[in-house]
């Protein structure tokens, strides 16, 4: 099996603009939840309103495409009513982290067992390029005209301070470290976060200076800073750069978590 | 194995002309009957997954396959080698 297994293949090509990252990161999550060998009728896939959330439409299981913001409740609910189900969630910025900001530090709180993947493209992609709590500072949106000048949330920092067990970052270059990330996520008992930067050459890509695919996924790879080194550059008391993001597994613990298969 | 694009799925990002450790995706030049300038494949044979994986038993490399964000590189069984018997015409 591969992960080509898992997708519908009658439904392809998907709908995503050309080069858009959505994509690579709905492989590679299916690419972990091949590999940890589960059955198609045991594994339900969910999502909120978004481009990023459009993903469940195009995988061969049941699925939950729900209304905007409410991806986490929704399946809050699934795992509530059967436990023996695996959930996997697909998420953008704006549905996690604007409207949804209060499912996402409930869930990270109650600790529920599933595994969160969130498609961070830094922007609102299927309403035409807003900013999102997730814009870096002085990026443009169609919101932020000017330049954002509101300073973007940090995901993953925000996950773990709420209680998730797992959080990880990688982003759309990292295909291989983001599988084996959200494999780890899979298989961890307890709320797993996984956080993927990727590329929106149509609502962010188009008005910031990444005129190709390429240039903003080799921004993204140039920027990334490994975990292990931002520990080493910290414990040798020096400044970390502030242009960069940290990558890597953040997070792994064991505190106690809510609706795991018995 | 031999490497493939699905031309029906391809929208010419040439992402995969960037993550190829061989460097064997091109930019296509020529559009197609969908206006994408599909990738060409420069001597796919050199691909590590064409070669090895029927002799390792599972997918190696397949960084272009899992970064392809419109799942169009595929991997096509071909016919073992088969020596022909060379005829000579006079
Ligand atoms: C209740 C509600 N409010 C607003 C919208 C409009 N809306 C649809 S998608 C979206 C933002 C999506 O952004 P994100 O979650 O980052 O997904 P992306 O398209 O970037 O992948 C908004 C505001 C909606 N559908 N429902
Ligand atoms: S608008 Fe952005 S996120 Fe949406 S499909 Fe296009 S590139 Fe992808
Ligand atoms: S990455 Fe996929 S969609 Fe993009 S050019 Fe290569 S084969 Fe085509
Ligand atoms: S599998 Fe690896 S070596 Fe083969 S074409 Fe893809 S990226 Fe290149
Ligand atoms: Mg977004």
Sequence with gaps: ??????????????????????????NCTLAAVDSMGWKKEETVFVSGIGCSSRAPGYILT?????????????ATGVKMAKPDL?????????DLAAIGGNHFIHACRRNIDMTVVC???????????????????????????????????????LATAAGANYVARWTSYHVKELEKAVKAGLETPGFSFIEALVQCPTAFGRRN????????VEFLKTHSLLRAKRDRLLEQG?????DMFVVGELTKRNRPAMGVKR | ??????????????LCTKVCPYKIFREGKKLNRKGVAVPELDRPERCTNCRLRNLYGRQLCG???????????????EEPYEPHKVAIEY
């Design chain 2, 1 to 14: 194995m031999k490497l493939a694009i699905d031309e029906t799925r391809c929208k010419g990002c040439n």
């Design chain 1, 86 to 94: 695996h959930v996997v969630v697909f998420t953008g910025d704006g």
């Design chain 1, 1 to 26: 099996m591969s992960f080509e297994d898992w997708y519908r293949q009658d439904r392809l090509p998907h709908i995503y603009c050309a080069g858009c990252g959505n994509g690579t990161i709905i």
């Design chain 1, 209 to 216: 200076k990444f005129r190709q695919v390429m240039d903003h």
């Design chain 1, 62 to 74: 049941d699925s939950l495409h729900t209304t905007h913001g409410r991806a986490l409740a929704f």
């Design chain 1, 119 to 157: 498609m961070n493209n830094q922007i609102y992609g299927m309403t035409g390029g807003q900013g999102s709590p997730t814009t870096p500072l002085k990026c443009l949106s169609s919101t932020t005209p000017y330049g954002c000048a509101e300073p973007p949330f940090d995901l993953c920092e």
């Design chain 1, 238 to 242: 020096q400044p970390l750069p502030e």
């Design chain 2, 63 to 77: 960084v272009c396959q899992l970064t392809c964000p419109d799942q169009a590189i595929h991997w096509i069984e």
